[in-house]
């Protein structure tokens, strides 16, 4: 929005100094916040946390500023969904996610009523996983979103996709430069997520299970560390992702495992160990 702004109104170089120009008063505290000054720690990078107060003034400040570009100019706004880095919880990311679409929702249906009086147009492009819109339910955000057309449903990348994702995280051109072993094993586990494939990465970087180097022709590639006795594959079968909980690919599902109440996880373990039915009282046993 305040790139956008840049082209209706005389504005400074500085973000900060450009953000203080269009921003109400009361928000210039939260800008030291983003990230934009020299001296001033990126929140994802630093895993900095907001306070309730904090992540609803910011909504706030994000919607006045695209506000104030779509009445100058038409503008389209899209909210892609993103599980996040490890260090976010899923819950927050949905909840702060919905804030921000039911508040953009609110100035674009003003500007919608409003188009018939010369207003600007400010059109509203929900880009949500099914099972991320589902779990929201019928709140008003998803409904008024849904009703026009706003909202586009994303899946499972293709294999293809997956193995282009992973060129560009690890900063190669071709894939032949990571080990087919590596492609199918991150493939296979990351279900095409591309959130999950960024954690894949990241975790095998941290553990140095995999690192990209030079060749004697200085062509960049991967390099996988095998156990002793194994190949690549079994060497990667063998890594426990059982560790990785502070990421959204496990930590995610271990959460939703823990917040299930006693009778819903008893279930959960007997279908875990049942391969067909089982009764109420196989169910009483087990606990």
Wanted: aromatic share 4%; glycine share 8%; proline share 5%.
């Amino acid at each position: 929005a305040l790139e956008g702004l840049r082209h209706c109104e005389p504005l400074p170089a500085d973000m900060v100094s450009a953000l203080k120009k269009v921003v109400d008063p009361s928000c210039h505290d939260l800008i030291g916040l983003l990230g934009c000054g020299d001296d001033d720690p990126s929140p994802i990078g630093s895993g900095l946390e907001y306070s309730q107060d904090q992540r609803h003034r910011l909504i706030g400040m994000a919607t006045g500023l695209v506000e104030r570009l779509a009445s100058k100019r038409g503008t389209i706004v899209v909210c892609r969904y993103d599980n996040g880095t490890n260090t976010v919880a899923l819950p927050l990311v949905e909840e702060v996610y919905w804030n921000l679409v039911n508040s953009l929702t609110e100035v674009s249906t003003r500007f919608r009523a409003k188009i018939g009086r010369d207003a600007k147009a400010l059109l509203l492009c929900v880009v949500v996983p099914e099972d991320v819109r589902k779990r929201a339910g019928r709140a008003g955000a998803v409904e008024v979103a849904t009703s026009h057309g706003w909202v586009v449903e994303t899946g499972a990348m293709s294999f293809r996709t997956c193995q282009e994702y992973m060129l560009l995280r690890l900063g190669l051109n071709m894939p032949k430069n990571i080990p087919k072993a590596l492609q199918n094993y991150v493939a296979a586990l990351a279900e095409g997520s591309p959130c999950y494939i960024r954690e894949i990465l990241h975790e095998l970087q941290a553990a140095q299970a995999i690192s990209v180097a030079g060749d004697s022709e200085n062509e960049m590639h991967v390099e996988l560390q095998c156990f002793p006795g194994k190949d690549a594959t079994q060497s990667l079968e063998d890594i426990n992702i059982a560790d990785w909980v502070h990421t959204n690919m496990v930590g995610g599902c271990i959460s939703l495992l823990e917040s299930l109440d006693p009778q819903e996880a008893a279930v959960v373990k007997m279908a875990a160990v049942f391969t067909g039915p089982f009764s109420v009282l196989d169910l009483a046993a087990s606990s």
